[in-house]
């Protein structure tokens, strides 16, 4: 059966693609997939909670002071967990800052960003909100400036029914019934020397494994994540992974990894291939964490938290006065504004995490909301789709089932970073009872629109049903607050399914999905 969407061509079509071919079957199944993969992220930092998320005289606010039109394109954008309140954030953060009447609590500075913390949302409002969303509560505890006491309050105020000192102050103010959140973050990025109560491998490592341990006995059910490193630029990557895991191993379910990608010094090349490093990363903590299993002679295996991930212009924002001395509240900071290459990036990066789903079990995209986020609002206005909106909501919607690994015929091109990367990325899933799949396709390649056959003959695939590519002439394209809808999702043209290949052209810097049944 032939199936094609569109006889216009895409651009750029006249020259001769070169071929590339990948291989589709259910016997290459990475995992079943866990919503949790496609998580975000929302931290008390800048304009992502105020005037993002929350903002009580907007035209669309909510009783409770949410923004009913962000509240829309997070559903849209289909972010399943949301890690809470951070980030930096966190290690200088009182939860009981955030509970009680509004208007006793306490304001406060926030070290990590040098800004105003009003405490006008905390911890019910804010899961009030992920049920607005649709969205599963993943709480952070602070391991920089507290412990294990604090860490248990929070559990105790947050989960247990009534009858207790803090779970009847849960429902004095306002929140009867239990949040039941199930996974939780003990610190954030504890390596770093920026981190409020940073401290080495062995101190963090030590303190994790007794707050783990003593939540354990609380629940024994919950789901833990021990901090792994910033990123796998930092001097002690990967021994950090090793001390932390030594000591915490037993007590903990996920090691978290973060990681941002810019383009640097014109490179274009080397920035599309950026996924190529969340692999090394991936591959590291993995035999990492794999390493001192053995050598525990533990029985159990231990999955990657990936919850911060994204593109974010850090070397623009180190270089700027944003995060100063002034002390506003809910400043402009981190506010980047997204291009094509770097949506194309991003999907390369969501593609990644997907060919590792069975040892990520877990991520989170950061952040959500104005900050390095998918959403921008402007106050008393607009709500808009950043270019890096595109790939996350499409991919979120159409994975479903299982995992699918292809096997890749592509040529490379030559990067200053990476060394050879391949033009064309695949990542396929499939879900058997629903009879749907989806391939998700990336062209690196800044010249050419290549031609792919992809062979799905083992899914017993018979009509394409949607197809959708994000690209550009101007790669560098953005959306903005006075041209919002300059990108977006345009028809993958040309797409062929015949006898169970599947023929697409991907123009030069574009990712693209196409769904079938």
């Not at 569109?6 to 990948?22: E, I, L, R």
């Not at 920035?271 to 692999?279: C, I, N, T, V």
Request: proline share 4%; with cysteine; net charge negative.
């Amino acid at each position: 059966m032939t199936v094609t969407t569109s006889a216009a061509s895409d651009t750029a079509a006249a020259a001769a693609p070169k071929p590339v071919t990948a291989v589709v079957t259910r016997a290459a199944s990475v995992a079943p997939i866990d919503r949790r993969i496609f998580g975000s992220f929302v931290e008390h930092l800048g304009r992502c909670v105020y005037d993002g998320i929350y903002e009580p005289s907007h035209p669309t606010a909510n009783e409770d002071g949410f923004r009913l039109d962000v509240v829309e394109l997070v559903k849209e954008l289909g972010s399943t967990t949301i890690r809470y309140p951070g980030g930096n954030f966190v290690s200088g953060y009182r939860w009981e800052d955030g509970v009680g009447p509004r208007e006793e609590r306490p304001v406060r500075r926030d070290l990590a960003w040098h800004a105003i913390e009003t405490n006008q949302v905390g911890l019910n409002e804010f899961a009030r909100w992920c049920k607005l969303t649709n969205s599963e509560l993943m709480m952070a505890v602070n391991l920089g400036t507290r412990g294990i006491e604090e860490a248990l309050d929070l559990l105790e105020y947050s989960n247990h029914p009534s009858g207790t000192e803090l779970s009847n102050k849960r429902i004095a103010d306002g929140a009867p019934e239990p949040h039941d959140i199930r996974m939780w973050c003990l610190g954030n990025e504890m390596d770093g020397p920026w981190q409020i109560g940073h401290m080495s491998a062995d101190n963090y490592g030590r303190l994790a494994a007794r707050t783990a341990s003593a939540m354990k006995t609380a629940d024994s059910s919950l789901e833990l994540v021990v901090c792994g490193s910033s990123g796998s630029s930092m001097p002690t990557f990967g021994e950090w992974e090793r001390v932390v895991l030594e000591h915490s191993y037993e007590n903990v379910d996920y090691i978290s990894c973060h990681a941002y990608y810019q383009e640097r010094n014109g490179d274009l090349g080397s920035y599309l291939a950026s996924a190529l490093d969340m692999q090394y990363f991936i591959e590291t903590v993995v035999a990492t964490a794999d390493h001192v299993k053995h050598k525990l002679r533990s029985n159990k295996t231990l999955k990657l938290s990936f919850d911060e991930w994204n593109i974010w212009y850090l070397d623009e924002h180190r270089e700027s006065d944003e995060v100063n001395d002034s002390w506003p509240i809910a400043p402009r900071q981190l506010e980047d504004v997204y291009s094509v290459a770097d949506a194309v990036v991003f999907g390369n990066l969501l593609m990644t995490l997907l060919k590792n789903h069975d040892r990520v079990g877990s991520a989170s995209l950061a952040q959500l909301v104005n900050v390095i986020a998918p959403i921008m609002t402007e106050p008393g206005g607009d709500a808009w789709r950043q270019t890096t909106f595109f790939p996350f909501s499409v991919t979120s919607r159409l994975a479903r089932g299982e995992v699918l690994l292809p096997r890749i015929t592509s040529g490379t091109y030559t990067t200053a970073v990476y060394g050879e990367a391949p033009l064309v990325d695949v990542v396929a899933t499939t879900d058997t009872a629903a009879g749907n799949s989806a391939v998700f396709l990336v062209n690196r390649s800044q010249t050419e629109t290549l031609e792919v056959s992809v062979d799905v003959s083992d899914l017993n695939a018979a009509v394409v049903t949607e197809a959708h590519t994000l690209h550009d002439e101007d790669v560098y394209a953005k959306n903005t607050l006075t041209d919002q809808n300059r990108v977006g999702l345009k028809e993958l043209s040309g797409v062929v399914l015949q006898d169970g290949i599947l023929t697409v052209r991907l123009a030069p810097v574009s990712w693209s999905a196409v769904a079938l049944a």
